[in-house]
């Protein structure tokens, strides 16, 4: 395993086994890398990352559904606006959750596992615009964000030199709770025996079944740090902060195709049984995507992977306008569920890397998860909204890539500040 220390703030290669490997994080503990008890708590965050950002994916779902049924008399983006809502707070809640576990451990997943439950319950008896916001917006948000980051942290705990593969397995979790969540939801909801409410409330069970798995096989490892909350200090460094902006704007243009594909097939005539596995098809290459990216990071670098994938969804993001056939449109999906997975799986490890000591790193993930929140929170609205005021799709993917974009140049500018090699592991 390399090893790393800071001076003035910036890191230094120190190993003479591998010179070109630059992190920030200390690595004073020793790291498992593997073994039954790490590979249980990957398996309790792959469960949570399933039931949290892979039932958030299927929200296109819940999108047409709405538009079509209750909430007929909104607007796309006023809807849309409920899974803003529900992303946005996945990340805030980050910032309650991250500091919790590395003062108190595995135990405080235990409320919000039960909420997130009772908000997906709650979800299939409302009618209403405000219900829908709270249940599934506000409450499945918040439960979502205080469960993911504590998990994200408790992986960390057990890989050091394998954690951008460990984790890209954990999220991949979300690809494959996206494949499955949209392609159940259609068929039941399809269902006139089911209808809308027992359609959500089997898709509860399935969530209560999996955090039952997260509650009994994530444990932490490092002993609880004590001190302040929140370490608003490590702003101070630049590679911290400009990870976390980078990974903003990435965020602000990623979840554009989850919300519109669908209602964007179907516009260029796509039959809209062949529409609603788009979401699916996505998330399927996503799992490729979420986990073959981090074994190669943790060899050749966990940023300049982070940067290529950044780099090639925006090019996609650019070139969806273009797709207006059938085939175009799947190969799209399937090209861009593969690299946008690349960027969900390596944020946590790259804020990781930059992280001075593993028992900080719950608080600096829910730092930076915190500001990530505004992204989820606004992009697809912004999308929506130039949707309606344009007609067309064009503007909606123009800003979606050109933020990307920027986020990749800010990642890239993280990445030099820790080594001006260009051809260094970092």
Same mark, same amino acid.
């Not at 994530?218 to 911290?240: D, H, I, N, Q, T």
């Not at 993001?317 to 273009?322: D, E, K, Q, Y």
């Not at 949707?387 to 990749?408: C, D, K, N, P």
């Given at each position: 395993?390399?090893?790393?220390?800071?001076? /003035?703030?910036?890191?230094? @290669?120190?190993?003479?086994?591998?010179?070109?490997?630059?992190?920030?994080?200390? &690595?004073?503990?020793?790291? &498992?890398?593997?073994?039954?008890?790490?590979?249980?708590?990957?398996?309790?965050?792959?469960?949570?990352?399933?039931?949290?950002?892979?039932?958030? /994916?299927?929200? +296109?779902?819940?999108?047409?559904?709405?538009?079509?049924?209750?909430?007929?008399?909104?607007?796309?983006?006023?809807?849309?606006?409920?899974?803003?809502?529900?992303?946005?707070?996945?990340? #805030?809640?980050?910032?309650?959750? +991250?500091?919790?576990?590395?003062?108190?451990?595995?135990?405080?997943?235990?409320? &919000?596992?039960?909420?997130?439950?009772?908000?997906?319950?709650?979800?299939?008896?409302?009618?209403?615009?405000?219900?829908?916001?709270?249940?599934?917006?506000?409450?499945?948000?918040?439960?979502?964000?205080?469960?993911?980051?504590?998990?994200?942290?408790?992986?960390?705990?057990?890989?050091? =030199?394998?954690?951008?593969?460990?984790?890209?397995?954990?999220?991949? +979790?979300?690809?494959?709770?996206?494949?499955?969540?949209?392609? #159940?939801?259609?068929?039941?909801?399809?269902?006139?025996?089911?209808?809308?409410?027992?359609?959500?409330?089997?898709?509860?069970?399935?969530?209560?079944?999996?955090?039952?798995? $997260?509650?009994?096989?994530?444990?932490?490892?490092?002993?609880?740090?004590?001190?302040?909350?929140?370490?608003?200090?490590?702003?101070?460094?630049?590679?911290?902060?400009?990870?976390?902006?980078?990974?903003?704007?990435?965020?602000?243009?990623?979840?554009?195709?989850?919300?519109?594909?669908?209602?964007?097939?179907?516009?260029?005539?796509?039959? *809209?049984?062949?529409?609603?596995?788009?979401?699916?098809?996505?998330?399927?290459?996503?799992?490729?995507?979420?986990?073959?990216?981090?074994?190669?990071?943790?060899?050749?670098?966990?940023?300049?992977?982070?940067?290529? =994938?950044?780099?090639?969804?925006?090019?996609?993001?650019?070139?969806?306008?273009?797709?207006?056939? /059938? $085939?175009?449109?799947?190969?799209?999906?399937?090209?861009?569920?593969?690299?946008?997975?690349?960027?969900?799986?390596?944020?946590? @490890?790259?804020? #990781?890397?930059?992280?001075?000591?593993?028992?900080?790193?719950?608080?600096?993930?829910?730092?930076?998860?915190?500001?990530?929140?505004?992204?989820?929170?606004?992009?697809? &609205?912004?999308? +929506?909204?130039?949707?309606?005021?344009?007609?067309?799709?064009?503007?909606?993917?123009?800003?979606?890539?050109?933020?990307?974009?920027?986020? *990749?140049?800010?990642?890239?500018?993280?990445?030099?500040?820790?080594? $001006?090699?260009?051809?260094?592991?970092?």
């Amino acid at each position: 395993m390399s090893t790393s220390q800071l001076s /003035n703030d910036r890191a230094t @290669p120190s190993s003479s086994e591998a010179p070109d490997r630059v992190e920030l994080e200390k &690595p004073t503990p020793k790291f &498992p890398e593997g073994g039954l008890r790490a590979w249980m708590v990957v398996l309790g965050a792959f469960c949570v990352s399933f039931s949290t950002f892979g039932y958030m /994916n299927a929200f +296109g779902v819940y999108q047409d559904y709405y538009t079509e049924h209750f909430l007929s008399n909104e607007t796309s983006s006023t809807i849309s606006w409920i899974g803003s809502v529900q992303v946005c707070f996945l990340f #805030a809640g980050s910032l309650i959750g +991250g500091p919790l576990f590395d003062r108190y451990g595995a135990v405080v997943i235990h409320i &919000p596992a039960v909420a997130i439950v009772f908000s997906v319950m709650m979800t299939s008896l409302c009618k209403k615009y405000y219900q829908f916001m709270l249940a599934q917006g506000v409450l499945g948000g918040i439960a979502s964000g205080m469960l993911f980051a504590p998990v994200m942290t408790c992986v960390s705990h057990y890989f050091h =030199t394998r954690r951008a593969a460990a984790l890209g397995v954990t999220v991949s +979790g979300s690809s494959i709770g996206g494949v499955i969540f949209p392609i #159940a939801l259609s068929k039941m909801l399809r269902n006139e025996s089911l209808g809308f409410g027992w359609s959500v409330r089997i898709v509860g069970f399935i969530i209560l079944f999996m955090v039952l798995i $997260a509650m009994i096989t994530v444990r932490e490892r490092l002993p609880p740090r004590s001190g302040k909350v929140l370490l608003p200090r490590a702003f101070a460094r630049a590679p911290y902060t400009l990870v976390t902006l980078g990974i903003f704007f990435m965020m602000w243009g990623l979840f554009t195709p989850f919300f519109y594909l669908p209602q964007y097939a179907q516009s260029y005539g796509m039959e *809209s049984q062949l529409a609603s596995y788009l979401l699916s098809i996505l998330n399927a290459a996503s799992v490729f995507g979420r986990i073959l990216p981090g074994m190669v990071a943790d060899k050749i670098g966990r940023y300049n992977i982070l940067i290529i =994938t950044g780099v090639c969804s925006g090019i996609l993001l650019l070139c969806w306008i273009a797709t207006t056939s /059938n $085939a175009s449109i799947i190969v799209f999906a399937g090209l861009y569920g593969f690299f946008s997975g690349g960027i969900v799986s390596l944020m946590s @490890p790259c804020i #990781a890397q930059v992280t001075p000591s593993p028992d900080q790193i719950g608080t600096h993930l829910g730092m930076s998860m915190a500001i990530i929140a505004l992204a989820g929170l606004t992009g697809t &609205p912004i999308c +929506g909204a130039l949707l309606e005021r344009y007609g067309g799709y064009t503007q909606a993917a123009v800003f979606s890539g050109v933020v990307m974009f920027f986020g *990749s140049v800010l990642v890239a500018a993280a990445r030099f500040c820790l080594q $001006a090699k260009p051809l260094a592991i970092v």
